[in-house]
């Protein structure tokens, strides 16, 4: 593939990788339900829980990452030569550190809680699940890493007056 066609899919990468990132900022990482019911009275009661990235205890890393890869992409595409090549190294090594964060964050979404009998009379449910704000994430980061790196790859050493490529 050459330069241009190169930095066409590093580009679209990227930018849809920052549209996925955004989009995992607004959506759930997890949901949880728990339901209630009273036998005797005939009380029922049900509840949703929606958590989301800033909720959880790692969610300034996933962020911060997250801003910082968009910078490094940003980086690749307009800056001179020797930068883009280096903010193309770093995007990939951001990506890499993000999906990190992103796997030791995500366990933790779905808190889960044993379900309850009182003799028949009570009895509590819940019910636990992952949104899609984790992998939307995870793709992101995969997607702006790869897109990153791939724009600082196409951008070619300057050439000197005199000089053959």
Do not use: N
């Amino acid at each position: 593939m050459d330069r241009t066609r190169t930095a066409v899919v590093g580009g679209v990468l990227a930018g849809l990788g920052a549209l996925l990132g955004a989009l995992s900022l607004g959506t759930a990482w997890a949901w949880s339900t728990a339901s209630t019911r009273v036998a005797i009275v005939g009380l029922a009661d049900s509840r949703t829980r929606l958590v989301y990235l800033f909720d959880l205890g790692g969610g300034g890393w996933v962020l911060t990452l997250l801003l910082l890869l968009v910078a490094a992409g940003a980086a690749a595409a307009v800056a001179p030569a020797p930068v883009a090549r280096a903010a193309g190294g770093v995007g990939a090594v951001l990506g890499l550190a993000g999906l990190a964060v992103i796997c030791a964050v995500w366990p933790g979404t779905a808190p889960t809680t044993p379900d309850l009998d009182l003799f028949g009379f009570a009895r509590s449910h819940s019910e636990a699940g992952v949104g899609a704000g984790a992998p939307l994430a995870l793709i992101a980061m995969l997607l702006l890493g790869t897109g990153t790196a791939l724009l600082g790859l196409t951008r070619a050493p300057a050439v000197r007056p005199g000089e053959k490529r």
